[in-house]
């Protein structure tokens, strides 16, 4: 029978180095909660405005809660992480960072959406609820809660940012990891040393403009040693789609010789898009493509050019059907 465990909210930290002393040490098998604050750190708040993002100290962004040291793990071993559940706070927000996201260059100026989640109920896709990003013109999205850190300590020496994601995991920002889903991170020091943060109720693929809908949270995992799994190098993980298996969308491409010039372009595509047929402005546009919409590699192998799509749910779109 496996244990129980808590981290909580104090117990945190910057980056990713093998130093840091683990907070707690369990067995393989346990089940630890976490109690996790935003990704800001609790910088921004329910009462936030767009004129606070200029105060943010991003120095202390993305922190993570851990390190858990995990007995019997040793370097070469596999650590299986099992997402028991995922809860959120009542809010969440979305932000465009001057300098930060895919779209960056075009987008210079902040913006901020604050977000009322709401609890599960009638017509909500997997049991968590819904937000609405903007009920007159009935545009609701669809909760999917996650954690976007998950990580073990790197064997290579140093601080190591937590911004970045890396083959050890971190800042891996894959909605698909959420209730139900098994990630499994390469263990490169003895203990693995995990740690989790970076709360997310929703994402689309990409989060293109920077930022989900980040949000505090409570999350519970089982952390188990598998001794067996030598091929895993990188994280690697199952999971149960997303969407309803009927699910339609609406799709936008860019194709371009450079695989990112062709992923911003079918962004860019979508946010003209979601402006013009459902009168949005860019802003709000680009954190809508952010928080719902799906990037996807559609031709990667006739040379010279790359297809990148973005997929659009329809569903999102409750009170107006949806143009095209």
Same mark, same amino acid.
């Given at each position: 029978?496996?244990?129980? =465990? ?153 601080? =190591? ?10 800042? &891996? ?47 519970? &995992? ?22 309803? =298996? ?20 079918? &962004? ?22 952010? &928080? ?33």
């Amino acid at each position: 029978m496996s244990s129980i =465990h808590s981290v909580k909210r104090s117990q945190s930290h910057l980056a990713w180095d093998h130093s840091i002393p683990p907070t707690i040490r369990v067995t393989s098998g346990s089940t630890v909660s976490f109690d996790c604050l935003d990704a800001s750190n609790g910088q921004i708040t329910q009462t936030s405005t767009r004129t606070s993002l200029a105060s943010l100290v991003f120095a202390q962004l993305d922190q993570v809660n851990g390190p858990v040291f995990v007995d019997a793990a040793t370097p070469g071993d596999t650590l299986r992480v099992d997402v028991l559940d995922v809860q959120t706070a009542e809010w969440g927000w979305t932000a465009l960072i001057p300098g930060f996201g895919l779209l960056a260059d075009e987008f210079p100026e902040p913006a901020l959406k604050i977000w009322s989640l709401e609890r599960a109920g009638e017509g909500t896709e997997g049991g968590y609820g819904y937000a609405w990003f903007d009920r007159e013109k009935g545009i609701r999205i669809p909760l999917r809660p996650f954690a976007g850190e998950m990580g073990v300590a790197p064997g290579k020496p140093g601080a =190591h940012s937590t911004i970045p994601p890396y083959a050890t995991g971190g800042n &891996v920002d894959t909605r698909h990891l959420s209730k139900g889903a098994t990630l499994y991170l390469p263990v490169e020091v003895e203990g693995a040393l995990f740690s989790i943060g970076d709360g997310h109720a929703a994402q689309g693929d990409g989060e293109v403009c920077g930022t989900a809908i980040e949000t505090p949270m409570n999350v519970t &995992v089982r952390l188990t040693v598998l001794k067996d799994k030598p091929y895993v190098k990188t994280p690697h993980f199952t999971t149960r789609s997303p969407h309803a =298996h009927d699910e339609e969308f609406y799709c936008t491409t860019g194709v371009d010789s450079d695989i990112r010039e062709a992923t911003r372009a079918a &962004v860019r595509h979508m946010i003209a898009f979601l402006v013009a047929e459902h009168a949005l402005s860019r802003e709000d546009a680009y954190m809508l493509c952010s &928080v719902a919409g799906d990037l996807r590699m559609h031709e990667v192998v006739d040379m010279p050019n790359y297809v990148i799509g973005m997929m659009l749910p329809k569903s999102i779109f409750v009170n107006k059907d949806e143009s095209g």
